[in-house]
Structure formats: C-alpha cells, structure tokens
C-alpha cells in the first residue's frame, strides 16, 4: 500500500505563516490527485485545497488568496504554504489521495493507492 506522512504544523500568531508538507511513496506508482483537509474541534473535516494529476489546484473560499498547495511531481511530494493565518484557522490538518477524476478502473490502484490519509499534523493559530 501507498505511504503517506504529512508534517510541518506548530504554534504561530495570527498573521504569521507556516508550511505543511505530505510525502507519497509505494513500491508501485498510480496516477493520483492530493487534497488538504483540516478539521477543527467540534467541527467537521472540511476540504482545504486540491490538486489533480495535471497540477491543477483549487482552493476552499475560506484560504484561497492566502493558501498555495504545490508539488514536485519527481519526488512525489506535496506542499501547502498558508500565509496571513487566522485563528479559525487552527485545526489537524491531513492530505490525502484520491482517483483522479478521468482514471480508468483499476483494482490494484484502488485498493493501493486511493484514498489513504496521512496521519495528521497540528496547527495552532493564537490571537
């Protein structure tokens, strides 16, 4: 099955940045898109941003204009830069894989590479 970690959250004022980070590795490869999710207590997890096969992302209302996600396609690993942070903000924060929207079905891909999270990484966002 698909490894995946994610890493990078801390502590930081309102208005400061930080980095996250999510590496992806497997004996065998599959095509895949990526997402951010974070989830705050009491709340639900909600979608933070996407990128699809191509490099294309999208981004929830709430961070775009100040959250960029990125990649680097040869070592499969993913970025997600928030700047300006906010306390609400704050939650764990996990990336995860998923079938690319024009896959075809595929047994082994999806039993190995779709749909496996990270485990988790903490942001603390104070006033």
């Known amino acids: 099955d698909v490894q995946v970690v994610d890493f990078g959250g801390g502590s930081v004022q309102a208005g400061g940045s930080l980095q996250l980070s999510c590496s992806v590795s497997?004996?065998?490869?599959?095509?895949?898109?990526m997402s951010w999710y974070r989830q705050a207590r009491g709340k639900e997890r909600e979608v933070v941003s996407h990128?699809?096969?191509?490099?294309?992302?999208d981004y929830a209302d709430s961070v775009k204009g100040r959250f960029t996600m990125s990649r680097d396609k040869a070592k499969n690993r993913f970025y997600l830069q928030m700047n300006q942070l906010k306390p609400d903000d704050s939650g764990t924060y996990y990336c995860?894989?998923?079938?690319?929207?024009?896959?075809?079905?595929?047994?082994?891909?999806?039993?190995?590479?779709?749909?496996?999270w990270g485990q988790g990484t903490q942001v603390t966002v104070s006033s």
């Open positions: 497997g004996y065998t490869y599959c095509p895949y898109d």
């Open positions: 990128i699809d096969n191509d490099g294309v992302t």
């Open positions: 995860k894989t998923s079938r690319p929207a024009v896959a075809e079905d595929d047994s082994f891909c999806a039993s190995a590479w779709w749909g496996f």
